[in-house]
């Protein structure tokens, strides 16, 4: 049949035959597709941060207010947490070319958007847009490496899938301060949108169908449930993280209604599974080894987000830093886990995921425990060495959870726990953001009601909130001696 995979051959590489009928051997060609996937989902994801030093430059420019600039970012967020678990639908229903295709053109049209955006209309639907495609291309590519790459190899490949999901959010308000030192803030998109053509050119030529599509109903009332759920805690925990005062809908009411649209969509998927026909399929969850590693992933996003956002608002605000040197303080951290996550896939490959993640969970809270230390007159050297050591941490941890999570599932559910993966990413960094800027804003505005100085109190806050960070990652250290390399795929969809 057009379109779906072959039996591999004897003693040699898959087969595949493409949406173009041709078969082949795996050659030069398909060696090149998960680095396109890798580059590509780097620039996506890029996205997703990059606005957040650029704000104040581009509220002026546009004539806005914070609060209306800052949807810019929250409604990119907003849109992920909607799509994303969709993917899962779209992963068995359409060939990976297709999706592809359709995913970087979505993000080509909306960067367009946004580098020709007369207005802030405009702008904000350029990032709908680019959030739409940025959404698909982590589940296709954590989907694809499952079905191209042997098990025993599988470390390698999602080290280089940690480089995407961790540096490209921590590079992005560093790119973004380098841009704004010299040009205007609408090159942020037109310098990305060549490299995003590109790539959608050349995965239109080169990826080939590595999935077998079956026939799949979407079951609009998940999909409905699904936004409002994820949808209504990504938006609630943002708001809070900013000034909620200002936001359409009060953050705690959001909050509410998507923790009650989850319970009734995990009810509706408990039940559509039995036919195999859910949105999302929480079989995933059946495995031991992919639920821990999934709650150690979501309490390492929740660090890692709000160090991100905490960092920079600390040497701004507490030390008297400008934009730049801020974003310039969190570059060695992440082009440190850029450099480590190769190594550490390799060593996975040969050790197992719980000799890297024992010490990278220690190594994290370490961290978490130094920055705890922060006060008004910190020297920059320290901080650049406590958010180094952190990324060393985390460094040793995303590789091994993401590969023995997935590598426990059967490829039925590959694009299931892809999707997961991703849901929780995007849950876990808002409530980290929301988490470190509440709690540092609760702290610093209850010192200064006690009379403390403005920057002292701050620099108080601050302290606060990486003190309940640094207690909360004392969790995933206990939970590390509890993840295993997995031993057989476990989940699979009963027989029909």
Known sequence: ??????????????ATRDGDGKEGKEGSSDRLVIPLLLVSAFVVILNETIMGVALPALNHDLGISVATGQWLTSAFMLVMAVVIPVTGFLLQRFHVRPVFVTAMTLFSVGTLMCFLAPGFTFLLLGRIVQAAGTAIMMPLLMTTVLNMVVPERRGRTMGNISVVISVAPAVGPTLAGLILSVLDWRWMFGLVLPIALLGLGLGALMIRNVTRPRPADID???????????????????????????????????????????????????????????????????????????????????????????????????????????????????????????VVGRLFDRLGPRPLVVPGAMVVSAALWGMTLFDADTPLGMIVAAHLVLSLG????????LTSALGSLTPELYSHGSAVVGTVQQVAGAAGTAAFVALMSVSTAGLVAEGVAEVEAMAGGVHTAFLVGAVLSLVTVAAAFFVRRPDNAVGAPAAH
Do not use: N
Not at 264 to 273: A, D, E, I, P, T
Not at 394 to 401: M, N, S
């Open 220 to 342: 609009m009332l998940s999909v409905v449930l699904s936004a409002l759920a994820f949808g209504g805690l990504v938006y609630g925990f943002s708001s809070m993280g900013g000034d909620s005062g200002s936001a359409p809908v009060p953050p705690a009411l959001a909050v509410a209604v998507g923790a009650l649209s989850l319970a009734l969509f995990v009810w509706r998927q408990l039940r559509l599974q039995r036919g195999d026909r859910a949105l999302l399929d929480l079989r995933v969850f059946t495995s031991r080894q992919f639920a821990i590693a999934i709650a150690m992933v979501c309490v390492s996003f929740m660090a890692m987000f709000g160090s991100i956002i905490l960092l920079p608002v600390y040497m701004q605000d507490v030390l008297g830093h400008d934009t730049l040197a801020a974003g310039l303080t969190l570059l060695p951290g992440g082009l440190l886990m850029g450099l480590l996550a190769p």
């Open 394 to 401: 985390l460094a040793f941890l995303f590789t091994p959870l």
């Open 1 to 14: 049949m057009k379109g779906q995979p072959t039996p591999p051959e004897p003693g040699g590489a898959p």
